[in-house]
């Protein structure tokens, strides 16, 4: 199956296709959109057995699966927080492989949100020392969890406290201080990003976990709630299918959603089975799975810098800005439903055949708006090409001019939009006649639509009313 056969199909995640390529040993991808990380927990059987030790698992992690950064775990390690040559040999040996210890995760330092105050403060001493042996190893990071006792408001207070402390320590060594959803309240990405605004502290954040949800939450939203705050990512894998993707979760989704918030930096292998016999495998499939995210993620790219109106023409008036990064319409003006004429909006420079558009966006109440494709500049773009409809009409029935669908062609299997003020995530592809759209990860449209198969993108501003943003707006041409 050939790369457009699979985008054809609408989803990443086929069953029974493995369309993972075998990645060579030496493989590193650039920078990109992401870097990979392994956890040490990801070999935490092999560990207790004594199959591996601690000190050799920079070298592992750079000569067995060819990953340049380690994010260690305390529990390996207790009796050596203070034991500086022990620190030191360990940073060495990462130096010597080229490895950099991005993260130290704490399971033992206490329970920082406990009800009892000396508890409390033994357990904020003990998270100093860790914080101070993470100086020693350069991490970036050290991940703590929200352990405690009380109702949500006394526990999250009471964390607040701690967590404020300790963030000042931390930004004395330029250290970032997050926590992780490792159940109970902290599994809650409104009580967690609660907890972030009361911290107030720039070195203060968040570390989303793919899979520490309980079955109530969707773990996609969960994440993209946390992903404004988030300083660190673990990609949890437990559940492995056989065409090497992961059961549990749709990393694709995942990954796109993490990429959307704007991540830039490592995303962590914490791969668990059951056993040592397992361990190898399971990073190197979770690995695997991660670089080729990577390579489709590489190959889709900006088409909005987030500074100006490169690569863009305004056309038929309006307004079109920028601000904090976003694309901003407002006023338009001209818009009717007759084919020979246009109103206003914003087109791409160049004309596209086949493709996979990525955007967000977001309308406000009762606004309108939408996304051409396939379009010419002279006339109405909707009718030279296509439209993906948006407005603000998150309750109404599918029909051929409603919110998802394509204005007078077509209506969409389900209405997808969400309310005014939230954003929505767009995938568009088109190969040939066959359009693809799928919102907020629900595919809603595969059809033949054959009447244009080149021209323009463009974005509607269409009124006065009306005020439409854009963000991470990117292409891939097929």
């Known amino acids: 199956m050939n790369r457009r056969t699979f985008l054809k199909s609408g989803s990443a995640a086929l069953a029974g296709f493995s369309l993972l390529p075998r990645i060579a040993a030496g493989f590193e991808p650039v920078w990109g959109p992401f870097r990979i990380s392994l956890s040490e927990w990801s070999l935490v059987h092999s560990l207790k057995k004594n199959l591996v030790q601690h000190l050799d698992f920079p070298r592992i992690a750079k000569r067995d699966f ?17 034991d500086k040559s022990y620190l030191q040999e360990l940073r060495n040996r990462a130096n010597a492989e080229g490895v950099r210890i991005g993260l130290l995760m704490l399971e033992t330092n206490g329970r920082l949100a406990s009800a009892d105050a000396n508890e409390r403060q033994k357990a904020i001493d003990s998270t100093k020392l860790w914080l101070d042996a993470a100086t020693v190893l ?7 969890k929200a352990v405690g006792d009380g109702t949500p408001d006394e526990l999250g207070r009471r964390l607040a406290e701690s967590c404020s402390v300790l963030a000042e320590h931390a930004a004395l060594s ?7 959803n490792h159940g109970g309240l902290s599994s809650d990405p409104a009580w967690l990003t ?9 070195n203060f954040g968040l570390m989303p976990d793919f899979a520490s949800f309980p079955d109530a939450i969707n773990r ?26 992961v059961e549990d979760t749709d990393f694709f989704k995942m990954m796109r959603v993490v990429r959307d918030g704007g991540y830039r930096s490592y995303v962590g292998i914490e791969s668990s089975v059951g056993s040592a016999e397992g361990e190898y495998e399971a990073i190197r499939t979770t690995r695997d799975l991660l670089r080729w995210i990577h390579g489709e993620e590489t190959r ?59 955007l967000q966006f977001m309308i406000n109440k009762g606004g309108n708006s ?38 007078e062609v077509l209506a969409p299997s389900k209405n997808a939009l969400r309310p005014p003020g939230q954003w929505n995530t767009l995938t568009l592809t088109a190969i040939g006649a066959q359009v693809m759209v799928n919102v907020n990860f629900v595919k809603t449209i595969d059809a033949e639509l054959p009447r244009s198969q080149k021209g323009y993108i463009g974005l509607q501003n269409h009124d006065a009313q009306s005020e439409v943003k854009f963000r991470n707006i990117r292409l891939e041409e097929l």
């Open 194 to 202: 609660a907890l972030v605004k009361s911290v107030n502290k720039s």
């Open 138 to 144: 350069n991490c970036l990071t050290v991940r703590t």
């Open 66 to 82: 060819s990953i340049d950064c380690v994010e260690l775990a305390d529990s390996f390690f207790l009796e050596k927080v203070s």
């Open 174 to 180: 330029g250290l970032n201080l997050v926590i992780e």
């Open 220 to 245: 996609y939203e969960a994440v993209e709630q946390m992903m404004p705050f988030a300083k660190a990512v673990s990609a949890k894998a437990t559940k492995f299918g056989t065409s090497g993707l």
């Open 300 to 358: 889709c790219k900006e088409v909005f810098n987030g500074q100006n109106l490169l690569n863009w023409t305004k056309l038929e008036g309006g307004d079109w800005t920028v601000e904090d990064e976003l694309l901003v319409g407002r006023n338009g003006i001209n818009w009717t439903t007759n084919p020979e004429k246009s109103g206003s909006w914003l087109c791409s420079r160049k004309t596209y055949g086949d493709f996979r558009l990525e």
């Open 370 to 407: 939408g996304v051409f494709f396939h379009s010419a500049q002279e006339k109405n773009p909707a009718f030279t090409g296509y439209e993906f409809q948006i407005y603000d009409a998150p309750e109404k029935p599918p029909t051929k001019t409603g919110p998802g669908s394509i204005y």
